[in-house]
């Protein structure tokens, strides 16, 4: 089992995200500042900007949401999900790209978190 970390705006936006339009399963959630979600063998932890995650770094970089590194969700019908998705408001930060191993297009979460969206050839 893989667990994952992001840093999110608002923990219960990114709850409301992941569990109603990806499908995971909310295993606990301690008020505004964290989650813990679950989908199949992956545990995302969701950490607010009051999480112990978000604290400042001894050089003074402060943790936040966004950047390129992301989780990987594989569907058997990339179309139906990216259609679904664009009609409920899901950012996406590029269309589909058809690769040898199949296809992708990144979605963001509420708080600008990468997901990337997988259909193998």
Do not use: H
Not at 41 to 55: E, K, Y
């Amino acid at each position: 089992m893989a667990t994952f970390r992001y840093l999110v705006a608002n923990v219960d936006d990114a709850v409301s995200f992941y569990a109603n339009r990806l499908g995971f399963t909310v295993k606990q959630q301690f008020g505004p500042n964290m989650a813990i979600l679950s989908r199949s063998d992956l545990t995302l932890w969701l950490a607010g900007p009051n999480a112990s995650a978000a604290r400042p770094m001894p050089d003074g970089r402060k943790p936040e949401p966004g950047g390129w590194n992301r989780i990987v969700i594989e569907t058997p019908d990339l179309a139906a999900l990216v259609t679904r998705l664009k009609k409920a408001g899901v950012a996406f930060r590029n269309d589909v790209v058809n690769g040898p191993g199949g296809q992708q297009i990144l979605c963001e979460d509420p708080s600008g978190n990468v997901v990337e969206l997988f259909q193998a050839a």
